[in-house]
């Protein structure tokens, strides 16, 4: 997240349109409930088909900006990239400009590191999560909106989304430590393919088939044992938020009917509720999601400015002098 803030911080101008931009889009995000809500209290109690036409033409012209401000927004948020591209060109040159004796030392051994950094950094720090990271502040605005209708369910949505933060964080966990490990496995599958590519001659002269075999045999069995449980993994998290979304609706729906049949809400208003609280969870899924990742792009980052102090040729070019 510090990379992300920190290229904000660079271009002001840029956050402060993204910001408003984003304001805009969840404020217009607000206008399904309200429909909802003044469809069942107004049109439904009255029957007068002047307002449902004005309440469906109004809920479309909104529908329609929200989308073009969705649009608009993502190719704002584009201008992050450009950090993207001038690391890339940098590393080219670094590349490039690099002294023989650091290269053989330093560039050559970790030349695939390098380019997996730089598309970690490429499919990291893009539009799409930066948009999450602005979004995610904006769920009181649905919160506060919850409030309005019942102070009750905007704190039973609180409550879920604290559970939500805290389990999946529990989870997520497990997810990202096997992850590190498949990435590990998947270096030494490569390393193992690359050695038998390379010294194909000397292994058929040594006899080493054997022993490359086993070694072989014992990587893919560890990357299919972690990858199969990664994937047990990652359908456990995701059965978890949709169970929870779920639960939450349940619970909404539930306590909204008794402030229902005590006076305190009506039905049209816990319609609406339902669909904000379902709003809620979200965006916080997201940003769980994206954490992990974030930081694996900021380390990535880090290894990238470490490969770029490595010493540089100060001669590129030698010239021939007239005698």
Same mark, same amino acid.
């Given at each position: ?46 029957? %007068? &088909? ?54 053989? *030392?330093?560039? $050559? ?10 598309? $970690? ?31 009750? *369910? ?8 604290? %559970?939500?933060?805290? %389990? ?41 088939? &054997? ?15 972690? &990858? ?18 779920? *639960? ?8 909204? &009917? ?6 305190? *809400? ?39 400015? $470490? ?17």
């Amino acid at each position: 997240m510090k990379e992300v803030y920190k290229r904000l911080r660079e271009n002001p101008k840029l956050f402060i349109k993204l910001f408003i931009s984003s304001l805009i889009v969840n404020l217009l995000a607000l206008a399904t409930p309200i429909f909802v809500i003044l469809v069942l209290q107004r049109y439904i109690t009255h029957g %007068v &088909s002047s307002t449902l036409f004005t309440l469906l033409v109004g809920i479309i012209i909104i529908i329609i900006f929200e989308f073009f401000f969705r649009n608009i927004r993502h190719n704002m948020a584009g201008e992050i990239e450009v950090k993207n591209v001038i690391i890339s060109d940098t590393i080219f040159k670094k590349i490039n400009t690099i002294s023989t004796s650091n290269y053989e *030392l330093f560039g $050559k051994p970790q030349s695939g590191l390098i380019m997996n950094n730089i598309q $970690k950094v490429n499919r990291i720090f893009n539009a799409s999560v930066t948009l999450i990271l602005i979004d995610a502040p904006f769920i009181f605005i649905f919160i506060g909106a919850l409030a309005l209708l019942h102070y009750h *369910l905007a704190l039973i949505t609180i409550i879920f989304i604290a %559970v939500q933060i805290i %389990v999946s964080k529990f989870l997520l966990k497990r997810v990202n430590e096997q992850e590190y490990t498949l990435e590990k496995l998947l270096f030494d599958k490569n390393k193992i393919i690359n050695e038998t590519s390379n010294k194909y001659i000397t292994i058929r002269y040594f006899s080493f088939h &054997s022993f490359m075999n086993v070694k072989w045999k014992k990587v893919l069995n560890n990357f299919f044992t972690i &990858s199969d449980k990664l994937e047990i993994n990652r359908n456990l998290v995701s059965s978890f938020l949709y169970s929870l979304t779920l *639960l939450l609706t349940v619970s909404i729906i539930s306590w909204g &009917s008794l402030l229902v049949v005590d006076g305190l *809400l009506t039905i049209g208003a816990l319609i609406g509720a339902n669909i904000l609280a379902s709003r809620c969870l979200g965006p916080v899924s997201k940003l769980i999601y994206n954490l992990e990742p974030l930081k694996k792009g900021e380390q990535a980052i880090q290894s990238l400015e $470490k490969f770029l102090k490595t010493p540089s040729e100060l001669i590129f070019q030698t010239s021939i002098k007239n005698l």
